[in-house]
């Protein structure tokens, strides 16, 4: 496949989780769309499910070889895809990257921003916060 191609196939992927249609997404991952290929800002795929809220779009990504810990680029949507769903406490989601080996301690910005469960508190998302507790999630000033 050549490079004009590939990036067809990631745009119409990424089209396909921005309006949520699941048919699309499967169609362009048979195609051979690349699960973790950003789209022309920096945007990956899981990312765009994963602030989206789509769980059922995540595990089809993740299933197609998504890493669930690899951090956006793009501008407005950096970050990791567990950080993204738990700030709006997308629950089913985070379920779905939890389950697919998603860090429930990883920080975003590369170790220097925020946690998942930082976002969680924030929003407030109280099913959330417990769903990244009971995944393992550390729970600041309870390390001593």
């Given amino acids: 496949m050549n490079q004009r191609q590939r990036k067809k196939l990631s745009r119409q992927l990424i089209e ?5 249609d699941t048919a699309r997404v499967k169609a362009a991952l048979r195609a051979g769309a690349d699960p973790e290929r950003g789209d022309s800002e920096g945007m ?10 789509k769980p059922e779009i995540a595990r089809l990504l993740l299933t197609a070889g998504a890493s669930p810990d690899a951090e956006s680029s793009g501008l407005g949507s950096e970050g990791t895809p567990l950080c993204a769903a738990s700030c709006w406490g997308h629950t089913e989601t985070v379920r779905e990257l939890l389950t697919h080996g998603a860090d429930p301690n990883l920080h975003e910005d590369h170790g220097a921003g925020r946690s998942p469960l930082d976002w969680a508190v924030r929003g407030p998302h109280p099913e959330t916060v417990a769903l990244l507790i009971t995944a393992g999630a550390i729970v600041p000033n309870q390390c001593a």
Avoid: F, H, N, Q
């Fill in 16 to 20: 396909a989780i921005l309006v949520g």
């Fill in 44 to 53: 990956t795929p899981l990312y765009a499910a994963s602030v989206g809220g």
